[in-house]
């Protein structure tokens, strides 16, 4: 198994430009999220999906869009590239929940973007 | 909005030292786990704590979640160049599927 994969690894976009953020897993987890990693904030959610045809915002969506047609596949698309999302960018997969709401999160290796 | 806040922010010790790093909330949490990452890679899971009051041992790492479920420990013993990294805390509530991720703790061990 692959695991979770994330490409590009590195990006450099214009003010204004588009793209999309790819992830993929082949461990056939139900949950996906994305994250962004900046210094001194920890990671903070963007959006996630409990599933194919679902889903949800977390705690920072404003400027990206998701979608998850797939079990396996679950991109991240900037629609207007902003200085502010000069980030990392992490995708994250799990299974199944346990005791007290937890699962156990499969992290990608992350793609470094950067807004000029 | 629910807050992790860890400390302390950067530690270097020299190898063969003890460590104790913490991860404190005002929220209460329905479990609570441990990262740890390393440059260039994404988050690895160390462990998930989901009773008060619970401690979970990992070699040389103990981990304890408080009675009160708003804060956790993780102790290194004997820290080794081996666990440098970044040390992630993550808390969920229980009817959602959303991680809330600590600050983070920078750890360097010196041989």
């Known amino acids: 198994n692959a695991g979770v994969t994330q490409t590009p690894k590195f990006q450099v976009l214009k003010t204004g430009q588009s793209m999309t953020l790819q992830c993929a897993q082949d461990?056939?987890?139900?949950?996906m999220s994305w994250y962004r990693q900046d210094p001194g904030m920890g990671l903070r959610l963007i959006h996630y999906s409990v599933g194919a045809g679902i889903t949800d915002q977390g705690e920072v969506p404003n400027g990206y869009n998701v979608s998850r047609s797939t079990t396996e596949d679950f991109p991240l698309r900037l629609l207007s590239a902003a200085p502010s999302q000069t980030s990392v960018y992490f995708c994250a997969s799990s299974y199944s929940r346990f005791a007290g709401g937890a699962y156990e999160q499969y992290f990608g290796p992350g793609t470094r973007l950067t807004v000029t | 909005t629910q807050l992790l806040e860890q400390s302390p922010q950067f530690l270097s010790i020299q190898e063969g030292e003890n460590l104790t790093v913490y991860c404190n909330s005002s929220?209460?949490?329905?479990?609570l786990q441990w990262y740890r990452q390393e440059p260039g890679e994404g988050p690895v899971l160390l462990v998930t704590v989901v009773t008060g009051g619970e401690v979970k041992k990992l070699k040389r790492l103990t981990f304890q979640f408080g009675d009160a479920r708003k804060d956790s420990s993780l102790h290194i013993t004997a820290a080794q160049p081996g666990d440098t990294g970044l040390y992630l805390c993550?808390?969920?509530?229980?009817?959602?599927?959303?991680?809330?991720f600590g600050t983070g703790t920078r750890l360097k061990v010196l041989a």
């Open positions: 993550a808390g969920i509530t229980s009817g959602t599927y959303k991680y809330i």
């Open positions: 929220s209460v949490f329905s479990s």
């Open positions: 461990m056939n987890h139900e949950y």
